[in-house]
């Protein structure tokens, strides 16, 4: 069995990824990357007998020492956009010279790869990370995954209930949602057999592509009171969130995001993840019901 070790251990994601390979994998086989060994995550993983090592993606020395010894790399993408392109180059060298093998990286679909492109800031850097992998010389597996259905609460807020309203600069696109549990379930099924998705590129959507005037309805239906679906103009947006207090750097992202939806970025059909998972992902009607539930 291979030695793995998996990055972001302590967000949404990592966790999750830690959770469903360690029903699949010995302890022992597998280690996590952490900043704070202190964190209540990670001392719940370590009481589990999972290999907990510190490091940091700026710092290019301690992720040389945390990869001693690994095989299998699944590699988290930053979350800081403007840090991250040098952040991953660290992270890509460091598993080259500890003698990683084979790298997993968490990438996104996309359909516009140009600088124009509302979500370039996002796509450029996993362009570029892609690329890199691809030019180290060790075995890769590139999982492009579509927006989480986390991200639907998230770009519309707690107060749709109360104002009636999906209020974003989307248009009329369409996203293949996947719940974070079918994004880790589908890493863990690959870390058990790493050997047979090497040099693989994998589209991850979701089985339905659905609208945010779709996703007013399916809420509409879980609080029991009509939704109306508003697309702004981005600089009308951009005004009423402020005047709602909404920081501007908030504002910008979920802007791009709305528009990055509105050009199609997301309206995409594959069945890798289905393959993956042997079965059909969560439904995101399911999710954002449960999500709205009263």
């Given at each position: 069995?291979?030695?793995?070790?998996?990055?972001?251990?302590?967000?949404?994601?990592?966790?999750?990824?830690?959770?469903?390979?360690?029903?699949?994998?010995?302890?022992?086989?597998i280690s996590i990357?952490?900043?704070?060994?202190?964190?209540?995550?990670?001392?719940?993983?370590?009481?589990?007998?999972?290999?907990?090592?510190?490091?940091?993606?700026?710092?290019?020395?301690?992720?040389?020492?945390?990869?001693?010894?690994?095989?299998?790399?699944?590699?988290?993408?930053?979350?800081?956009?403007?840090?991250?392109?040098?952040?991953?180059?660290?992270?890509?060298?460091?598993?080259?010279?500890?003698?990683?093998?084979?790298?997993?990286?968490?990438?996104?679909?996309?359909?516009?790869?140009?600088?124009?492109?509302?979500?370039?800031?996002?796509?450029?850097?996993?362009?570029?990370?892609?690329?890199?992998?691809?030019?180290?010389?060790?075995?890769?597996?590139?999982?492009?995954?579509?927006?989480?259905?986390?991200?639907?609460?998230?770009?519309?807020?707690?107060?749709?209930?109360?104002?009636?309203?999906?209020?974003?600069?989307?248009?009329?696109?369409?996203?293949?949602?996947?719940?974070?549990?079918?994004?880790?379930?589908?890493?863990?099924?690959?870390?058990?057999?790493?050997?047979?998705?090497?040099?693989?590129?994998?589209?991850?959507?979701?089985?339905?592509?659905?609208?945010?005037e779709e996703i007013?309805?399916?809420?509409?239906?879980?609080?029991?009171?009509?939704?109306?679906?508003?697309?702004?103009?981005?600089?009308?947006?951009?005004?009423?969130?402020?005047?709602?207090?909404?920081?501007?750097?908030?504002?910008?992202?979920?802007?791009?995001?709305?528009?990055?939806?509105?050009?199609?970025?997301?309206?995409?059909?594959?069945?890798?993840?289905?393959?993956?998972?042997?079965?059909?992902?969560?439904?995101?009607?399911?999710?954002?019901?449960?999500?709205?539930?009263?």
């Amino acid at each position: 069995m291979k030695k793995i070790m998996i990055t972001g251990a302590t967000g949404g994601l990592g966790s999750e990824v830690v959770r469903q390979l360690k029903a699949k994998q010995p302890a022992a086989n597998i280690s996590i990357l952490v900043r704070n060994p202190e964190n209540e995550t990670v001392k719940a993983f370590t009481s589990q007998g999972i290999n907990v090592q510190q490091g940091s993606y700026d710092d290019y020395q301690s992720l040389v020492q945390a990869f001693q010894g690994i095989e299998v790399l699944y590699f988290v993408s930053g979350n800081d956009i403007l840090a991250r392109a040098q952040q991953h180059e660290n992270v890509i060298n460091a598993a080259k010279e500890a003698g990683v093998q084979h790298i997993l990286y968490t990438s996104t679909v996309r359909k516009d790869e140009s600088a124009t492109a509302p979500l370039y800031p996002v796509v450029g850097t996993h362009v570029q990370t892609e690329n890199l992998i691809k030019a180290s010389g060790m075995k890769f597996t590139l999982l492009r995954h579509n927006l989480y259905a986390e991200v639907v609460p998230l770009f519309l807020g707690a107060q749709v209930a109360e104002t009636k309203t999906v209020y974003l600069p989307a248009g009329t696109g369409k996203t293949a949602f996947v719940a974070r549990t079918d994004f880790a379930a589908a890493a863990a099924n690959i870390l058990s057999q790493p050997e047979l998705h090497e040099n693989k590129i994998y589209e991850l959507n979701g089985a339905e592509q659905i609208s945010f005037e779709e996703i007013g309805t399916i809420i509409a239906t879980a609080i029991g009171a009509p939704v109306q679906y508003v697309s702004p103009d981005v600089n009308d947006y951009a005004t009423t969130m402020k005047e709602a207090g909404l920081p501007e750097e908030v504002t910008a992202m979920l802007s791009m995001f709305g528009q990055a939806i509105a050009n199609t970025e997301f309206d995409q059909q594959s069945d890798d993840l289905v393959q993956l998972l042997g079965r059909q992902p969560q439904s995101v009607q399911t999710f954002i019901q449960q999500a709205y539930s009263k």
